[in-house]
Nanobody, 132 residues
Framework: QVQLVESGGGSVHTGGSLRLSCAAS???????????MAWFRQAPGKEREGVAA????????YYADSVKGRFTISGDSAKKSVYLQMNRLEPEDTAMYYC??????????????????????WGQGTQVTVSS
């Protein structure tokens, strides 16, 4: 089993910054490596959407158009963690943010990084609120 625990959410004003963290733990990590980690978000009344993803194999990163240039995803393989640095936050970024991970290998991850079904493990989420 693997568990993902997010932290770092909070409330900020427009233009502020937050850094989300997601730590993976569990017995499965002793024998297997996580290939992909990602951040998704879900605002009230909206579907969950992919925000950013990281392929641990070569540290390739992927971003939704709405966050490019403002958010940065990074990982620490030793700590089995992934981070999301969020700058120049806007009220539209208000949402519950979820960490996701997967051990499987995909030939075209660049095409499926934002699909929920790509990831088999999910965290409980951390709330981000941006006020104007």
């Amino acid at each position: 089993q693997v568990q993902l625990v997010e932290s770092g959410g909070g409330s900020v004003h427009t233009g502020g910054s937050l850094r989300l963290s997601c730590a993976a733990s569990g017995s499965r990590l002793r024998d297997s490596a996580i290939n992909y980690m990602a951040w998704f978000r879900q605002a009230p009344g909206k579907e969950r959407e992919g925000v950013a993803a990281l392929w641990t194999g070569d540290n390739s990163t992927y971003y939704a158009d709405s966050v490019k240039g403002r958010f940065t995803i990074s990982g620490d393989s030793a700590k089995k963690s992934v981070y999301l640095q969020m700058n120049r936050l806007e009220p539209e970024d208000t949402a519950m943010y979820y960490c996701a991970a997967d051990f499987r290998g995909y030939s075209q991850f660049s095409r499926r990084w934002a699909w929920e079904r790509t990831y088999e493990i999910w965290g409980q989420g951390t709330q981000v609120t941006v006020s104007s």
